[in-house]
């Protein structure tokens, strides 16, 4: 399948590695999220390549997708993490990552969870505000230790993606405006709980140009020279994620690619010797999932034809979210002519729709694969009408491991009382 080299058709039939989707179907019942480790591996591979030679480290965002199978992959293979919360660095620690090689970003981490995680002794906090120095100096006082941060610079420039996953622009919630990041410097290198070891940006998700990371490059590498002028010496520095993956026919640059043309203007500006972060979430995993879903119904309409699958939003948010694209294809192929449908889920939303006028050729019980569902689906999935939470399993090769059960509404109803 375009833009997934690991999903394949072999007699009709849809393949993630070795294993038949409907093979797993019939066993694990839908929807069913099947990952691809191959994908995973190759993908953090590329960016491997990109930073050969340098001292660097890639830490694994883990919003896009913190099931624990999957994090073990990425923690097996020498990963590092990027948590944005209390939960997330639990996950982290429960597939037995290293603390020095987490870093924790967001905008509103409390004092619990910054207790939590100097506890842990992750190794970077990347702080958003200047009012969160002054917070995670006290914490950090009053455990005794002395915090490492960097401090996110917001470079404003636009990552020409959809607004909800812009963050670099002036706009936006995230970072610290480029005008005051020397300041916000000085300022952390006065308080006696941090210690500054770094500087981070982020501008975004789903990325598909390398201008945007190229024009923040130059203001990130601007503002290490003011600060480093200011006498405040910086160990890292962290470039973030955001590269996007080929949903529907996008050709973002591969990692290598885009980070040889990164680091020459690293090299350029004399900082090569620096330790290198980046922070990839979406691009590690995303092309590795599909959904897999059975179709409850067709229901043929004056103006619309509907296909009414049995995954829905609360299992693949995207499309209500974003008005993301995702591709759906059937797992097996039928020799009958294609309709147009929408293809709905069964929550009471007019919101709730996975793919908009997609031509197939489909009948009641048929199963359909959504593909490029492995980043922000399962781990933005919810309970919303009272759904269980899909399954999980992760292929390698001719095996497949089931990563997560699906949720019963036993499950839902334990943490409830009347
Ligand atoms: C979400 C996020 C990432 C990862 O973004 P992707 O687009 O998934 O690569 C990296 N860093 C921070 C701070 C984030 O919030």
Redesign the pocket.
């Known amino acids: 399948m375009p833009g997934h080299p690991h999903v394949a058709r072999r007699d009709g039939n849809l393949y993630v590695e070795g294993v038949s989707l409907d093979a797993l179907a019939r066993e694990h019942g839908t929807p069913l999220f099947v990952y691809s480790r191959q994908w995973m591996l190759d993908a953090l591979a590329a960016y491997q390549r990109g930073f050969a030679g340098r001292n660097a480290l890639i830490c694994y965002?883990m919003?896009?997708n913190s099931s624990l199978g999957v994090l073990r992959v990425f923690a097996e293979a020498g990963c590092g993490f990027?948590i944005?919360s209390g939960g997330e660095l639990s996950r982290a620690l429960a597939v037995g990552a290293d603390p020095a090689r987490i870093i924790f970003?967001?905008v509103g981490k409390t004092p619990a969870e910054m207790k939590q995680a100097l506890a842990a002794g992750i190794g970077c906090f990347?702080v958003e505000s200047e009012a969160e120095l002054d917070v995670l100096n006290e914490v950090a006082l009053a455990a005794g230790q002395r915090a490492r941060i960097s401090i996110?610079i917001n470079p404003n420039v636009d990552p020409k993606t959809h607004p909800y996953?812009s963050?670099g622009l002036k706009g936006n919630k995230f970072g610290v405006a480029h005008d005051r990041a020397v300041a916000a410097y000085k300022h952390a290198a006065r308080l006696p709980g941090l210690e500054v070891v770094g500087i981070d940006c982020?501008i975004?998700?789903?990325i598909t140009d390398a201008g945007p990371y190229l024009d923040a490059m130059d203001k990130v590498l601007d503002l290490v020279e003011a600060i480093e002028a200011a006498g405040i010496r910086l160990h890292h520095i962290d470039f973030?994620?955001?590269?996007g993956i080929d949903y529907n026919g996008d050709k973002p640059p591969a990692a290598d690619a885009l980070w040889k043309q990164l680091l020459a203007r690293v090299d350029a500006r004399g900082f090569g010797d620096r330790q290198l972060m980046i922070?990839?979430?979406?691009?590690m995993v995303g092309n590795a999932g599909v959904c897999v879903t059975e179709v409850i119904h067709t229901k043929p309409g004056e103006d619309k034809n509907f296909c009414i699958i049995d995954a829905a939003m609360n299992d693949l948010p995207r499309p209500a979210m974003y008005q993301a694209f995702h591709a759906i294809v059937p797992v097996s192929e039928r020799a009958t002519d294609a309709t147009i449908y929408d293809v709905v889920g069964p929550v009471c939303e007019s919101g709730d729709w996975i793919g908009r006028d997609r031509a197939l050729a489909v009948e009641a019980g048929d199963l359909l694969a959504v593909l490029s569902a492995g980043?922000?689906c399962m781990s933005m999935a919810s309970n919303y009408n009272t759904r269980g939470r899909a399954a999980e399993m992760l292929v390698s090769g001719d095996s497949a491991r089931l990563i997560r059960r699906r949720e019963t509404v036993q499950d839902q109803l334990l943490s409830e009382q009347v």
């Open positions: 965002a919003k896009a990027d944005v970003s967001g990347n996110r996953i963050t982020h975004g998700s789903q973030g994620g955001g590269l922070e990839p979430g979406r691009s980043a922000y």
